[in-house]
């Protein structure tokens, strides 16, 4: 006769993703009158759900993921869904009819249009406030204001920004931002705090690296141009998500671009789009402000 006990002892830990356990097997043995007991104790490595290779999201970087994530979210209430950027017009007039179309106008405004400007007027807004240069933030948001080609989009992107620094100053308040903010009330009452340079300034008094908030940034514009083609063409969800999805290296390289770009680098050759945003001033039947 044959009897077995298995006992767990007491867990080790060797790394923080590896437990060392220990589990004591006895074997007990009966032949006719004579009993004969064996132990053996056999190691088990368990893991856990942490990380040992320093990957895990915490501290700083999860508060900055965290922020932008809320921040260049269509709920943050700065009124992106008011606007069209000129789209609705194309729509109108044949440019933009399908998924393909829109994928084309899109990349030609990421690229060659508006994206990319807004990402080099983004970037130089933080690098700016990141060197407490007051006079160099002063002139990137007074150029950017001043690059606008239409007074539709100016009160597209100056609405945006003035409702991005108004929520964000209301519910992520920082002695950073207040100082930041302390040399620009003017500017924002003026409507010359643009959204891109007002994101730029923002996630800089709240230490978010440059790179994620461009990408962050791009990534919403583009979402929020889709979302409002997607009520004029149709277009239905998938097809929304495949332009995104399309749009995913035009984003990058787009922000890449715009973060090593000099302010002398600017320029717009998407004519058709700038033509957009002033016809859609007389559009008869409109859903969008631009």
Sequence with gaps: MMLMRATSITSMTIMPTIIM?????????????????TTTVIPMLMTTTSAADGS?????????????????????????FSYSSGIEWAVEAGDISNAETLRGWLSAM???????????????????????????????????AAFVPSRERQLETSTQGRAFIETA????????????LSHCEDMIGQGKMVYPVAVGLVAATHGIPLRPTLHAFLHAVVSNWISAASRLIPIGQTDSQRVLAALEPVVAATAERAQCAALDDLGSATFRADLANLRHETQYTRLFRS
Excluded: K
């Excluded at 356990?21 to 007991?37: P, V």
């Excluded at 999201?57 to 700065?78: E, I, N």
């Excluded at 933080?126 to 002139?139: F, I, K, M, S, T």
């Design 21 to 37: 356990r220990m589990i004591m097997i006895t074997i007990t043995m009966i032949t006719g009158m004579a009993i004969t007991s």
């Design 110 to 144: 990421l690229t060659d249009g508006s994206g990319f400007c807004d990402g080099v007027f983004l970037a130089h807004a933080h690098r700016a406030v990141e060197a407490g240069d007051d006079g160099a933030l002063r002139n990137v948001a007074e150029l950017a």
């Design 56 to 80: 895990a999201l915490m501290g700083a970087d999860a508060a900055a993921l965290y922020r932008l994530m809320t921040w260049l979210s269509p709920a943050f209430p700065v009124g992106a």
């Design 169 to 180: 100053r209301a519910a992520w308040s920082s002695a950073e931002l207040e100082q930041a």
